[in-house]
T-cell receptor, first 113, second 111 residues
């Protein structure tokens, strides 16, 4: 079956520093990878969608300058949160598309101190 | 811009009850519909999906989709305390690439 490994599971970073999270699709080739953030008490907001043979598309309120994404091949994607501040804390989720379904990783919980 | 809303925001039901969760979407071209369940501190897990109008049943869970009314729902028969979680609906449009999550319904099943 399709699996998505996401790491780290949780991380703490000092305010103003950056942290990188990674997403690995196992057992399938992901034609697209989506990155989401769930802020405390909120639903998942789409940050950006990376689709094969297309430019990475960022949603309103999210920018490449703040959340640069690398998608070098069909099984791996990474996203960095640059200059993290308190409002960036939350659960970050990557989802990789396998056919018509997305398989989600276990999430990276970011705490900013 | 797809707008996905869920109701109610929260729900408390007794064990054994039938629970209904609702989701509305704004894009009539939407093609793929999912329900996810998220337990506290964990990533969401897919419960069920449906791609055409009608009904689909898996165990105690039934999903209904009515594209004309821009509405789909999840029904849980014989609700159990272990069903207590945040339920998220998700919708995607043509191609199924961009998935938008609903606002969530927090369900508590009391023993």
């Amino acid at each position: 079956g399709a699996l998505v490994y996401q790491y780290p599971r949780r991380t703490i970073c000092k305010s103003g520093t950056s942290m990188r999270m990674e997403c690995q699709a196992v057992g399938f080739q992901a034609t697209s990878v989506a990155w989401y953030r769930q802020s405390p008490q909120k639903t998942f907001e789409l940050i950006a969608l990376s689709t094969v043979n297309s430019a990475i598309k960022y949603e309103q309120n999210f920018t490449q300058e703040k959340f640069p994404i690398s998608h070098p091949n069909l099984s791996f994607s990474s996203m960095t949160v640059l200059n993290a501040y308190l409002e960036d804390r939350g659960l970050y989720l990557c989802g990789a598309r396998d056919g018509s379904d997305y398989t989600f990783g276990s999430g990276t919980r970011l705490l900013v101190i | 811009q797809q707008n996905v809303q869920q109701s109610p925001e929260s729900l408390i039901v007794p064990e054994g009850a039938r629970t209904s969760l609702n989701c509305t979407f704004s894009d009539s071209a939407s093609q793929y519909f999912w329900w996810y369940r998220q337990h506290s501190g964990k990533a969401p897990k897919a419960l069920m999906s449906i791609f055409s109008n009608g009904e689909k049943e898996e165990g105690r869970f039934t999903i209904h989709l009515n594209k004309a009314s821009l509405h789909f729902s999840l029904h849980i028969r014989d609700s159990q305390p272990s069903d207590s979680a945040l339920y998220l609906c998700a919708v995607s449009g043509t191609g199924g690439y961009k998935v938008v999550f609903g606002s969530g319904t927090r369900l508590l099943v009391s023993p």
